[in-house]
């Protein structure tokens, strides 16, 4: 099992991690609020070619693995920039499976229903569902697209994210029963590992911002940084990012594999993509909320200020996971997946 990064992986976290710099400093963050969502940013960043580079060569993708999806989605992390790139990625590669692949380089996004349809035929705060002109997601034990305009608005929320309810009625049906449900579940997973390495790069940038204060902010004729109650927050946060970014990467790894994994708790031997996904989600979503917390409180009442960055990172780093529910819902999950189902006591 390989965690660090490649020469290739470098290089696309350079490339997008200067995009990004470039294209997305925090004044575009605060201008796409309250939707969340820069159509010039996102046809800037399908003009690279990154939302389609996770789809086969066959069909004219960049043939990317999920790995490398990672590191871009690290780096939209870093800048929380307001694109859909997480969830376009995730829902084309499911078209792809599936034969049903939209074209490639439109600058119409897609987007996965994380949630199955309600019996109204309704896909409830689908992500980036303001802004996506194709929904997937399971209404019953179908497989189901719908294509049609996107709503354009989003219920508010702190986080500013596109979310919105869908319809899942009179869809094309691309897989049903074992078939479809197989389907979603790999793409869950890939989103939820995306999501994490998004998370990850969210850690990294607020301990950056939290450092950057500590070491201009003076108080006493001294740098805030130099007293043992700031450094007391920050000095565990590098192990935090570090952890978070090893399970994201090993969640990556685990989906690039070509043959099921094993989860064997007994022996620490855990390789199967769903697990180890749905660890590095929770993971990565706790990490972000810890570190733009120390962050956010090391800036004093300046962070809660909306002119500072750190709030942006603080409000997305806890949006943006409960977009899929009460994360409580997936470490049950985790644990019936790795200690068996709970049993009953008559």
Not at 22 to 48: Q, S, Y
Not at 203 to 228: C, K, M, N, W
Request: hydrophobic share 50%.
């Amino acid at each position: 099992m390989r965690l660090e990064p490649t020469d290739d992986e470098r290089t696309i976290a350079e490339v997008f991690g200067g995009f990004f710099r470039n294209e997305c400093p925090p004044a575009v963050v605060r201008a796409a609020e309250p939707l969340g969502f820069d159509a010039g940013l996102w046809a800037r960043l399908v003009a690279t070619g990154a939302p389609d580079m996770g789809r086969a060569e066959a069909v004219g993708g960049g043939g990317a693995t999920l790995s490398d999806l990672a590191v871009v989605a690290e780096q939209v992390g870093r800048a929380v920039a307001p694109v859909p790139f997480v969830e376009h990625a995730v829902a084309c590669r499911l078209l792809d499976r599936v034969g049903a692949a939209p074209p490639v380089g439109a600058t119409e996004a897609a987007t996965l229903a994380l949630r199955p349809a309600s019996p109204a035929g309704t896909w409830a705060l689908v992500p980036a569902g303001a802004v996506a002109g194709t929904v997937v997601g399971l209404a019953g034990d179908d497989l189901v697209c719908v294509r049609g305009g996107a709503p354009g608005v989003a219920p508010a929320n702190h986080a500013a994210m596109p979310v919105a309810d869908r319809t899942a009625v009179d869809g094309t049906v691309l897989a049903s029963g074992t078939d479809a449900h197989d389907a979603f579940a790999v793409a869950r997973a890939e989103w939820q590992t995306l999501t994490a390495s998004a998370c990850v790069g969210i850690v990294a940038t607020a301990l950056e911002l939290a450092i950057a204060y500590v070491t201009e902010r003076h108080q006493f004729d001294r740098p805030i940084g130099s007293f043992q109650a700031i450094q007391q927050q920050l000095a565990d946060l590098p192990i935090v990012l570090e952890g978070a970014t090893l399970l994201a990467a090993k969640a990556a790894w685990a989906g690039d594999r070509p043959t099921p994994g094993t989860v064997d708790v007994d022996r620490a031997d855990i390789t199967e993509f769903g697990t180890l996904a749905g660890m590095a989600f929770v993971h990565a979503g706790e990490a972000a909320a810890l570190a733009t917390d120390r962050a956010l409180h090391a800036h004093g009442g300046y962070g809660y200020a909306e002119e500072y960055d750190i709030q942006l990172f603080y409000r997305r780093a806890r949006g943006w996971v409960l977009v899929a529910g009460d994360p409580a819902r997936e470490c049950r999950r985790l644990a019936d997946a790795m200690f068996g189902p709970v049993e009953e006591v008559v």
